[in-house]
């Protein structure tokens, strides 16, 4: 999945900057995300190359020494989409059926929000739709990046709302990171830069933060910039969907981290009305 993200980021880095050459470097990463952009800012450092990609929704929630956030690209709808052999939409399976996804945090809004249905997880690859092929599960709910490595031939597929299941912070964005001083490949990547996904993306990973220090487990927010303000939703999840708190925000532009943190809190204050203290220690938060 990186490779080929990689590969197609390049190419519209060419394009739209046409005297820069775009160059493929590669770095073997470990599976743990936090550790794969480690590595890519370590070889950023090193100058080994001048810049680095990754998925935005993989960077923590600090950047690593030495790097800043050069550049951010759309690109794949962060939306997770139902796939299935037959009926590619969540709230038609029947009671009974089994339904698998990559990640424990959608898995833990899709227990709560279809107590009737089987959630698995499992690491996302092709095998998943080999599994949908061959029946060992009705449908999917997947994340954009997977489409990379895996065929629709013979499925159907079908967008999933974010109020039924919300993306993860950066989903479907790309990262373009680059070293501190290096201040003529940063004024480049600025060209291409979207200022637009900047606000929503600062907006998300303040929520993330508000959280991470409470809780364990994952964390997501949704900022979508609406004309002059934005727009932040902000969910919690029992890691078994016993329960999700589901709040929403606006801010004028300027004003976006400071509602996120807010919102964090309050999430956080409603999650510990369900449960008390306990949600510290049992929560996935999205």
């Known amino acids: 999945?990186?490779?080929?993200?990689?590969?197609?980021?390049?190419?519209?880095?060419?394009?739209?900057?046409?005297?820069?050459?775009?160059?493929?470097?590669?770095?073997?990463?470990?599976?743990?995300?936090?550790?794969?952009?480690?590595?890519?800012?370590?070889?950023?450092?090193d100058c080994v190359a001048d810049a680095g990609v990754c998925s935005a929704s993989r960077l923590g929630p600090a950047l690593p020494d030495g790097v800043v956030l050069a550049a951010l690209l759309r690109?794949?709808?962060?939306?997770?989409?139902?796939?299935?052999?037959?009926?590619?939409?969540?709230?038609?399976?029947?009671?009974?059926?089994?339904?698998?996804?990559?990640?424990?945090?959608?898995?833990?809004?899709?227990?709560?929000?279809?107590?009737?249905?089987?959630?698995?997880?499992?690491?996302?690859?092709?095998?998943?739709?080999?599994?949908?092929?061959?029946?060992?599960?009705?449908?999917a709910c997947l994340p954009p990046e997977i489409f990379d490595v895996g065929s629709l031939a013979g499925l159907s597929s079908e967008l999933i709302a974010p109020e039924e299941v919300v993306p993860a912070v950066g989903q479907g964005v790309v990262a373009i990171l680059a070293r501190c001083d290096d201040d003529r490949v940063r004024a480049r990547l600025a060209e291409i830069d979207d200022p637009d996904l900047e606000v929503a993306l600062r907006a998300e990973r303040a929520f993330l933060a508000g959280v991470s220090g409470l809780m364990q487990g994952a964390a997501t927010a949704r900022a979508v910039p609406g004309g002059r303000g934005v727009e932040l939703k902000g969910v919690?999840?029992?890691?078994?969907?016993?329960?999700?708190?589901?709040?929403?925000?606006?801010?004028?532009?300027?004003?976006?981290?400071?509602?996120?943190?807010?919102?964090?809190?309050?999430?956080?204050?409603?999650?510990?009305?369900?449960?008390?203290?306990?949600?510290?220690?049992?929560?996935?938060?999205?």
């Open 75 to 139: 690109d794949r709808d962060p939306r997770y989409r139902c796939v299935s052999p037959e009926r590619p939409a969540l709230a038609g399976l029947p009671g009974h059926a089994r339904v698998v996804t990559c990640d424990a945090v959608s898995r833990a809004q899709l227990r709560h929000r279809y107590p009737r249905l089987q959630i698995d997880l499992a690491a996302p690859s092709w095998e998943i739709f080999a599994g949908l092929r061959h029946r060992a599960w009705d449908a």
């Open 236 to 286: 919690l999840a029992h890691r078994d969907g016993e329960w999700l708190v589901s709040l929403d925000g606006r801010a004028a532009l300027g004003l976006e981290v400071r509602e996120a943190r807010r919102l964090a809190e309050s999430c956080l204050e409603h999650a510990a009305r369900k449960t008390g203290e306990a949600v510290r220690k049992e929560a996935l938060v999205t």
């Open 1 to 45: 999945m990186a490779l080929a993200q990689a590969a197609r980021v390049g190419h519209r880095i060419g394009k739209r900057l046409d005297s820069l050459m775009v160059v493929e470097v590669f770095v073997e990463t470990p599976m743990d995300p936090e550790k794969q952009v480690g590595r890519i800012a370590e070889k950023v450092r």
